[in-house]
């Protein structure tokens, strides 16, 4: 089946600081998304980006579809920022989300 | 106005009880789905429904068994719960398959 890498798997940021995420996955697929779990366990979607540069707010995403890979722009982070950052494919019939093992950001104040 | 909501949000029991999770979703959407979030976080599908037919199984235990009675609505009862089943439960939606996906709170099962 196909695998989703993430990395890093763990990032620390002062706030203000930019960070880029990066999501690589072994096969074509037919949808990406990029979702924020935040502290309190809930996953927030954040982009659905199967190709192309998406942009909301402070975060933007861009994925390279022909290259295997996604990744997401956090720019002038916040503390509420702060949590796992989870980018799922899906890739055949019947809409299943692999998922990657996340990457966990904590940014200090 | 939730879009996809859950209950109970925790559920602490024993092993051997019988337990179920109820979802909803207000979004008009076809398609529902059961994840499982692991200790280390790692997430995966357990089920899909579209239009109350079951789509996808994934090797899931057959002590686990959803029911979908109306597209929106999927609920998922476990019975003979074990040690092993305490994770945390997200119930998903989406338009058809392969559009965008949107999670419930999710439910934190813990078996003692």
């Known amino acids: 089946g196909i695998q989703v890498e993430q990395s890093p798997p763990d990032l620390i940021l002062q706030e203000g600081a930019n960070s880029t995420l990066r999501c690589n996955f072994s096969?074509?697929?037919?949808?990406l998304q990029w979702f924020h779990q935040n502290p309190w366990g809930q996953l927030i979607n954040l982009f659905y980006?199967?190709?192309g540069t998406k942009q909301n707010g402070r975060l933007s995403a861009t994925t390279v579809a022909t290259e295997r890979y996604s990744l997401l722009y956090i720019s002038s982070s916040q503390t509420t920022d702060s949590g796992v950052y989870f980018c799922?494919?899906?890739?055949?019939?019947?809409?299943?989300?692999?998922f990657g093992q996340g990457t966990e950001l904590s940014v200090k104040p | 106005d939730t879009a996809v909501s859950q209950t109970p949000k925790y559920l602490v029991t024993q092993m051997g009880n019988d337990k179920s999770i109820k979802c909803e979703q207000n979004?008009?959407?076809?398609?529902m789905y059961w994840y499982k979030q692991d200790s280390k976080k790692f997430l995966k599908i357990m089920f899909s429904?579209?239009?109350?037919?079951?789509?996808i199984n994934e090797t899931v235990p057959n002590r686990f068994s959803p029911k979908s009675p109306d597209k929106a609505h999927l609920n998922l009862h476990i019975n003979s719960l074990e040690l092993g089943d305490s994770a945390v439960y997200f119930c998903?939606?989406?338009?058809?398959?392969?559009?965008?996906?949107?999670f419930g709170p999710g439910t934190r099962l813990t078996v003692t």
């Open positions: 998903a939606s989406s338009q058809v398959e392969a559009y965008e996906q949107y």
């Open positions: 096969d074509s697929v037919n949808n």
């Open positions: 980006i199967p190709s």
């Open positions: 799922a494919v899906n890739y055949n019939q019947g809409g299943k989300l692999i």
């Open positions: 979004l008009g959407h076809d398609t």
């Open positions: 429904y579209n239009n109350k037919e079951l789509i």
